[in-house]
């Protein structure tokens, strides 16, 4: 069974800095992209930043110069780490996990439960 499990939100005031983690377990890792997304409150879920099997990462124009994903393929942990915070960051943030190499099936999509974040005085 797969799992995806976020850690690490919580409240930050602006100009903060927070670390998400997504640890996953039940897939070969390596054969999947992994993407961070977020949905505030009222508003549609977005992607913040993918990182693909060949190593690449894309951002979203919000992201850019303030986040950073990364992933540890030995600890089949992905990480987004965000500084300088903003009120307008505050969402629920999920990771998820699309098959884009050959131990997996093509359409494997899994999502975590997502992890608040808060950015307040």
């Known amino acids: 069974q797969v799992q995806l499990v976020e850690s690490g939100g919580g409240l930050v005031q602006p100009g903060g800095s927070l670390r998400l983690s997504c640890a996953a377990t039940?897939?070969?890792?390596?054969?999947?992209?992994i993407a961070w997304y977020r949905q505030p409150p009222g508003q549609q879920r977005r992607m913040v930043a993918q990182m693909i099997t060949a190593g690449d990462t894309i951002y979203v124009d919000f992201a850019k110069g303030r986040f950073t994903a990364s992933r540890d393929n030995f600890e089949n942990t992905a990480y987004l780490q965000m500084n300088n915070l903003k009120t307008e960051d505050t969402a629920v943030y999920y990771c998820?996990?699309?098959?884009?190499?050959?131990?997996?099936?093509?359409?494997?999509?899994?999502w975590g439960q997502g992890t608040q974040v808060t950015v307040s005085l």
């Open positions: 998820r996990a699309t098959c884009s190499g050959p131990a997996c099936f093509p359409g494997e999509d899994y």
């Open positions: 039940g897939l070969v890792y390596t054969s999947f992209n």
